[in-house]
Every structure is written in structure tokens, then in C-alpha cells.
């Protein structure tokens, strides 16, 4: 294979397709369509961006995490303290909230390029709760169990007010989601993200080629970290609200669900994912309020059972089943 | 004081019947099980079905929620565990999460949110004292039985692995499954085998922890962390690893929460990660395996 087929083949997928516009033009109609349906987006729109942020540390870097909650929890905590004591602007906020999540991640990421799978998952399942445990002790700051009430947040640009009906928080929400998305949309197909997916697949062989592997992994972790913070940050200044649930390990079991049913290692699966959670969630408790998490058990040991090699090819498990915007 | 370090060596004891099983499945299977504490509450459940619906004695039900539980865990493996061994750690990790999931909904269902409490025996209960003054060692009866129970369980799983002709062909089915394989072992059995004594004893380590772990559908998220760290920590090769392993969490557990309440699990997850760190493989591992 020449040099010029290599380069042809992995610029490939960088390329806008037509359905990823099309896809991203039907996300934004959705607040104007349905705009009673506010709360939702906003939602979906958070846990999109928490799961793409898992995807760029399991998916691309192949990094079995647990833990990731710590890093939401430290972006709504660090956002809500932020508005509350320092200053209410959503944008210094939301940047606050990143800013923690990186800085956690960096602080974190020598952890987890040790080991085995097992001291991966125990250690950053082990970060989060030490965070948990924090937030619940230093309740004089965090608000403890009660949680953190009184954040209000400023208007957006000084002139949308955060309201009940949660209008400019969709918007927010997605318009966050959608820079993120743009920006990790570049990372993932550069050298930079290709060379993750290598690593992913041999760690070896990228070794042996010359290539420093715990810099990768600490990087990606990083970046990981980083969104999975400003995802904290949207939360915590839309909903006016940090409580210790940011930190709990469903958040990050949750997180991991969303993102396995989207398919791991590709953008789009923290899309799909997020989308079809919540849209199982709603359906099934709906159904049966009380134990919908049997039924997403049993969704969860079924794929697990039945589709691996699937979920390793995502395309192609999306191209029947999802195509039309990303729903189960 | 004395009174505080018996009732960590009894804590201890108790997580380590209830991990075992999960470091067998761990270590020796190479599975990552997070679905271990849905057995466990299996046996609990078991327990107080039988002593309270139907009046069995508490002694006789120890064995029944061990056996209960050991044919729930052959049945799983038979036909759902055994396709996932080959699979990668996210996808058994995922599974065994999935299954949790189902377990504590099923059991909410049918059994209830609440936590249930079972009555121990008369002979069970009350406490040895012994020594006066700050040396006083108090024994309560019950721990002393698990203690009495866990040290005659560890003895007589350490002289299986290590004395017998199942104990060899077990380590010899974990170190190569071909090989083994090829020599005529029957590996699937094994693992069967394996599989489901390790479910019985978190089953029936669930039954003697009714009393003092407690028992409701959230036990499995609850105790998953212990689980785990007995078995990350201690090692997954030995049964003198996650023995040792369960001891310290335990004593650690009971004088952090009794002289530092506000820290207790605090300590112990920076405690975790520390070693962790400092030893990937766990404290007592063998350096050369896998």
C-alpha cells in the first residue's frame, strides 16, 4: 500500500458525511419542535457529553474506568461553588468546571497507566469515592447530603435567563455538546487520536515503534477528564444544584451503559447512547417505575452475550440499526 | 480496644468468606465478576426465607443458603458465564453489572426495599467478657462463631487447592486451559466445579452476615467495593492474600469508624488506591504469574 492510499485511508473517516449534518440539524430542530421537552434535551444533551467523554478514555484509549464520576463531580461542584461565592457567569463557570476536571485528570492520570485492568478499574473507582467521601465530610463547603442549594446562574450573554422551563439551558447544553463534539471531532482523527486507537489495539507495537504510551494514555485521560468536567458544569448550572449524587458510582455505571449501547470508539456512540438511555429510561419507567433497572440488566446481559464483535464494529451494528437518529 | 480489634478480626473474617469466592472466580478464572454480591445477597435472602416462612433452624439453614446458591451459581455458569470467560475485561465487567442490576430489581420485587433482620439463635447471642479495664476483650458470641467458621473454612479450602488431586488439576486448568486440556483434565468441569463453590460461599458468607452486615436489594452495589478491594489487594493466587487482605479492611473498617467516624471509608479507599499504586498486582502475588 503506497503512502498516498495510507493517508487516503485514515483521512477518510475525518470527512463530513452527509447524514453527520444531517444528523446534527435534526439535534438542533429538536428544542424548536419540541420545546415543552426542554428538560430533556438539556439532560440528554449532558449525558452526551459525559459519555462522549468516556469514549475518548475507553473507546480510544482503551482505559476500563469506573470512576469517571469524579470527574463530573468535581466540574459541578467546582461550577456551583464558583457561581455561588465567586462570580454567577455561565461561560467562567462552565470554563471552572473544565478546568478542575483537567486539572483531577492530570493529577490522576499517573494512576492508571500501572497495572492490570482490574487496578485500573479498582483505582479510578477508588478516586471517585475518596471524592464522595470528601464532598460528604467537608459539608460545610459541599452542602454534604443535603446538597448544595443557592446556585443561581447569570444570564447567557447577559440576556437569556436560566428559566424554569429549561428553553436556554437546551440550548446551552447542546450548543456546549456541539463545540465539544466539533473539537473532539479533530483530536480523535488526528495523528494524535490515531495513534490512541493504536494503542488500544497493541500496546506493544506502539511501544516498539517508538512511541511513549503513558503520555498518550495520561493525555487522553486528561482530555477525558476535562469534557467529563464541563459536563459536571452544565449540570450544575442548569439544574442551580450540586448534591453528592453527581459523585455516586451509578453516575459513572450509567455513564458506561449510555455509552456501550452508542458502541464505544467512535464520537457518535456517546450521542446514540445518551439518546437511547434516556429515551429507555423514560420508556421503562414509565412502564415500571420502581424496576426499570431489570430490564436494562437484561438489555445489558443480552448485548454483552450476543454482541462483541458488533460493538468493535460499530458501523456497521449502527448502518441497520440506528440510523435514523441514533434510537433503539 | 481489644473488644474493637475482635469485632475487625470478625469483620474481616466475613468479607473474606464472602470475597473468596470472587478471588476464585478472579484469580483462578480470570473473570471479572461484579455480579459476586448478587450471590451473596442470594444466600442472605435464602437464610431468612427459610428460618422465617418456614421455621428452619439457623444452623440448618447455613448449608442450605450454600447449597441454594452454589446450584443458582452452577446453573449461571453453565449457561450464561461460560461464553463471556473469552471475552474482554469490559465486556464481563458490563455483564456482571447487568446482572446486578437484574438481581436487585428481582429482589425488590419479590422480597421488598426494606431491610430485614433475622433472629440468631439464644446460643449465639450475649458476649464472653474477659481482662478488666482498658483490656477488656469483649466476644460476642456470634462473631466468635463466624470467626470459628471462617478459620475452619480457610484451613480446608487451602488443603483442597493445595493437597489434592481437584486442587492440582484446578491450578493446573488456570495456569494453561489448552494444556491442561490436552493432559485429559476435564477443564470445563472444573471450572463448573469451581465456579459454583465459590457462588456457595458467597452465599453462605451472606448468610452469616445477615446479622451484622445487614441485608437489603442494595447489599450487592454496597459491598461490591469490599469485594473488590479484598481481592485487588490481597492478590488473586493465594487464599492467604485475600485473607490478610480481609483482615487489615476489616480492622481498618471498625477503628475508622468507631475513632473517626466522618473518615471511615475514606481512609479506607486512599488506603486502597495507595497500595494499589504502589503494588498493581496486589500485596501478596506471586511476581511471575500471567
Given at each position: 500500500?503506497?503512502?498516498?492510499?495510507?493517508?487516503?485511508?485514515?483521512?477518510?473517516?475525518?470527512?463530513?458525511?452527509?447524514?453527520?449534518?444531517?444528523?446534527?440539524a435534526a439535534i438542533w430542530a429538536t428544542p424548536f419542535v419540541v420545546p415543552q421537552h426542554a428538560a430533556l434535551i438539556n439532560e440528554i444533551a449532558i449525558l452526551a457529553l459525559f459519555a462522549v467523554s468516556l469514549d475518548i478514555v475507553l473507546g480510544y484509549a482503551g482505559i476500563v474506568s469506573l470512576g469517571h464520576a469524579a470527574f463530573f463531580g468535581a466540574g459541578a461542584y467546582g461550577a456551583a461553588l464558583f457561581a455561588k461565592h465567586v462570580m454567577p457567569d455561565p461561560f467562567v463557570g462552565l470554563a471552572v468546571g473544565t478546568v478542575l476536571g483537567a486539572l483531577l485528570g492530570v493529577l490522576t492520570s499517573p494512576m492508571i497507566v500501572r497495572g492490570t485492568d482490574l487496578t485500573r478499574l479498582m483505582v479510578t473507582m477508588g478516586v471517585a469515592l475518596v471524592l464522595l467521601e470528601l464532598a460528604n465530610k467537608f459539608d460545610n463547603i459541599t452542602g454534604g447530603a443535603d446538597g448544595l442549594q443557592g446556585v443561581v446562574t447569570g444570564p447567557l450573554f447577559g440576556a437569556f435567563e436560566f428559566d424554569l422551563a429549561a428553553r436556554t439551558a437546551s440550548f446551552y447544553s447542546l450548543a456546549v455538546l456541539f463545540i465539544v463534539f466539533l473539537a473532539l471531532r479533530r483530536v480523535v482523527h488526528s495523528p494524535f487520536g490515531v495513534s490512541l486507537q493504536a494503542l488500544r489495539d497493541n500496546r506493544l507495537r506502539l511501544a516498539s515503534?517508538?512511541?511513549?504510551?503513558?503520555?498518550?494514555?495520561?493525555?487522553?485521560?486528561?482530555?477525558?477528564?476535562?469534557?467529563a468536567g464541563a459536563a459536571g458544569a452544565l449540570l450544575a448550572q442548569t439544574t442551580g444544584f450540586a448534591s453528592l449524587d453527581v459523585l455516586e458510582f451509578h453516575r459513572s455505571a450509567d455513564v458506561m451503559l449510555a455509552l456501550v449501547i452508542g458502541g464505544a470508539g467512535w464520537l457518535w456512540g456517546g450521542l446514540a447512547g445518551a439518546i437511547a438511555f434516556k429515551v429507555m429510561h423514560d420508556v421503562l419507567s414509565a412502564f415500571t417505575p420502581q424496576y426499570w433497572t431489570f430490564w436494562i440488566g437484561l438489555f445489558l446481559v443480552v448485548l454483552m452475550l450476543a454482541g462483541r464483535e458488533r460493538l468493535l464494529r460499530p458501523w456497521t451494528w449502527f448502518g441497520r440499526g440506528a440510523g435514523g437518529g441514533g434510537g433503539r | 480496644m481489644l473488644t474493637l480489634l475482635f469485632d475487625g478480626v470478625a469483620y474481616g473474617m466475613l468479607l473474606f468468606v464472602l470475597s473468596l469466592g470472587l478471588a476464585v472466580t478472579m484469580g483462578l478464572m480470570n473473570f471479572i465478576n461484579l455480579a459476586h454480591g448478587a450471590f451473596a445477597m442470594a444466600g442472605g435472602?435464602?437464610?431468612?426465607?427459610?428460618?422465617?416462612?418456614?421455621?428452619?433452624?439457623?444452623?440448618?439453614?447455613?448449608?442450605?443458603?450454600?447449597?441454594?446458591?452454589?446450584?443458582?451459581?452452577?446453573?449461571l455458569?453453565?449457561?450464561?458465564?461460560?461464553?463471556?470467560?473469552?471475552?474482554?475485561?469490559?465486556?464481563?465487567?458490563?455483564?456482571?453489572?447487568?446482572?446486578?442490576?437484574?438481581?436487585?430489581?428481582?429482589?425488590?420485587?419479590?422480597?421488598?426495599?426494606?431491610?430485614?433482620?433475622?433472629?440468631?439463635?439464644?446460643?449465639?447471642?450475649?458476649?464472653?467478657?474477659?481482662?478488666?479495664?482498658?483490656?477488656?476483650?469483649?466476644?460476642?458470641?456470634?462473631?466468635?462463631?463466624?470467626?470459628?467458621?471462617?478459620?475452619?473454612?480457610?484451613?480446608?479450602?487451602?488443603?483442597?487447592?493445595?493437597?489434592?488431586?481437584?486442587?492440582?488439576?484446578?491450578?493446573?486448568?488456570?495456569?494453561?486451559?489448552?494444556?491442561?486440556?490436552?493432559?485429559?483434565?476435564?477443564?470445563?468441569?472444573?471450572?463448573?466445579?469451581?465456579?459454583?463453590?465459590?457462588?456457595?460461599?458467597?452465599?453462605?458468607?451472606?448468610?452469616?452476615?445477615?446479622?451484622?452486615?445487614?441485608?437489603?436489594?442494595?447489599?450487592?452495589?454496597?459491598?461490591?467495593?469490599?469485594?473488590?478491594?479484598?481481592?485487588?489487594?490481597?492478590?488473586?493466587?493465594?487464599?492467604?492474600?485475600?485473607?490478610?487482605?480481609?483482615?487489615?479492611?476489616?480492622?481498618?473498617?471498625?477503628?475508622?469508624?468507631?475513632?473517626?467516624?466522618?473518615?471511615?471509608?475514606?481512609?479506607?479507599?486512599?488506603?486502597?488506591?495507595?497500595?494499589?499504586?504502589?503494588?498493581?498486582?496486589?500485596?501478596?502475588?506471586?511476581?511471575?504469574?500471567?
Open positions: 500500500m503506497s503512502a498516498r492510499d495510507m493517508s487516503a485511508r485514515l483521512l477518510a473517516p475525518a470527512r463530513w458525511r452527509a447524514w453527520e449534518l444531517a444528523l446534527w515503534a517508538g512511541m511513549s504510551v503513558n503520555a498518550r494514555l495520561a493525555a487522553a485521560y486528561t482530555v477525558g477528564a476535562a469534557v | 435472602y435464602v437464610l431468612v426465607l427459610l428460618m422465617q416462612r418456614h421455621g428452619w433452624p439457623f444452623l440448618a439453614c447455613l448449608p442450605a443458603a450454600f447449597v441454594a446458591t452454589a446450584l443458582v451459581g452452577a446453573a455458569e453453565r449457561t450464561l458465564y461460560r461464553p463471556m470467560y473469552a471475552k474482554p475485561h469490559l465486556d464481563q465487567v458490563l455483564f456482571s453489572i447487568g446482572l446486578t442490576f437484574m438481581a436487585v430489581a428481582a429482589v425488590d420485587f419479590g422480597m421488598g426495599s426494606s431491610q430485614v433482620n433475622v433472629q440468631t439463635p439464644p446460643w449465639l447471642q450475649g458476649r464472653f467478657e474477659l481482662g478488666s479495664g482498658e483490656l477488656t476483650l469483649g466476644m460476642g458470641r456470634y462473631r466468635l462463631f463466624i470467626v470459628a467458621v471462617c478459620v475452619a473454612l480457610a484451613l480446608g479450602l487451602q488443603a483442597i487447592l493445595a493437597g489434592t488431586r481437584f486442587g492440582s488439576r484446578l491450578r493446573a486448568a488456570v495456569d494453561d486451559p489448552r494444556v491442561a486440556a490436552g493432559l485429559g483434565i476435564p477443564v470445563d468441569r472444573v471450572f463448573l466445579l469451581t465456579f459454583a463453590f465459590g457462588s456457595g460461599l458467597a452465599g453462605l458468607g451472606g448468610a452469616l452476615g445477615v446479622d451484622i452486615l445487614g441485608l437489603d436489594p442494595s447489599f450487592p452495589f454496597k459491598f461490591m467495593v469490599y469485594f473488590l478491594i479484598v481481592c485487588a489487594v490481597g492478590g488473586t493466587s493465594s487464599i492467604t492474600g485475600p485473607l490478610l487482605a480481609a483482615l487489615v479492611l476489616g480492622i481498618a473498617d471498625v477503628f475508622g469508624k468507631y475513632y473517626v467516624p466522618k473518615l471511615g471509608g475514606f481512609i479506607v479507599y486512599v488506603l486502597m488506591i495507595a497500595i494499589l499504586l504502589w503494588r498493581p498486582q496486589g500485596l501478596f502475588t506471586r511476581e511471575s504469574r500471567r
